[in-house]
């Protein structure tokens, strides 16, 4: 339960009446009392893991609470208050309790913040840019061990990428720069003016592909 940022309750009501849902919902598919051809339907899983915004959050006594989400990886991640009700992850499971199949991490970042403001009583509010920053695949093989495939993923100051960088088993790291078109008027902002693919790890910051390496 998070402390009730709700503006339009008085002061002195407020309180921990903010639910921000499940960390966790796991899914079962197919019925079991059905059958084909003489078999019971066997049933599936998969697991969803949220991110819910409780870091930062206020505390009794005015203090702000230190919230983390931890992903299958063993990663952990800020949970950010502008992150909420996103997913972190996904697991697919062979069977109810099964093994894992796959699992997708979705990181997510705040790629720019465009206003904030200041209540009485309440931390600062911000309206963001929330963005993927990276997305990792990781598929469970039959024969054992895994492979995986992730994206990173670099913004500009208006929420656009820039810098898409791919890898994983098998894949040549590649990157993808995008640059844009805009008219003076800013009615006109996401048409690609130019996309770039080179074989190689993006650098920190766009424009700077090696020559030798652009593919397209």
């Not at 903010?18 to 197919?30: P, W």
């Not at 959050?57 to 990663?75: E, H, I, K």
């Not at 902002?189 to 424009?207: D, F, L, M, R, Y």
């Amino acid at each position: 339960w998070h402390y009730d940022d709700n503006r339009l309750v008085k002061a002195s009501n407020r309180t921990y009446g903010q639910f921000r849902g499940y960390g966790e919902v796991d899914t079962r598919f197919g019925n079991t009392a059905n059958t084909t051809n003489g078999a019971a339907d066997a049933q599936t899983e998969s697991k969803a893991f949220y991110y819910r915004g409780m870091n930062g959050d206020t505390l009794p006594g005015g203090g702000t609470r230190t919230a983390n989400v931890s992903d299958t990886f063993g990663a952990t991640i800020s949970d950010n208050n502008a992150f909420a009700d996103q997913q972190l992850e996904t697991q697919k499971l062979n069977g109810v309790g099964g093994a894992e199949v796959s699992a997708t991490v979705t990181n997510l970042a705040v790629a720019a913040t465009t206003a904030t403001q200041t209540v009485s009583g309440l931390p600062t509010v911000y309206a963001t840019m929330v963005r993927t920053a990276s997305q990792r695949t990781v598929t469970d093989l039959a024969a054992g061990g895994t492979e995986f495939k992730q994206t990173a993923t670099t913004y500009d100051a208006s929420g656009r990428p820039i810098l898409a960088d791919t890898t994983g088993t098998g894949i040549t790291e590649t990157c993808q720069q995008t640059s844009y078109a805009a008219n003076s008027s800013g009615t006109i902002t996401n048409a690609t003016a130019e996309s770039i693919t080179a074989q190689q790890a993006c650098p920190a910051s766009a424009g700077n592909l090696t020559a030798s390496a652009i593919l397209s």
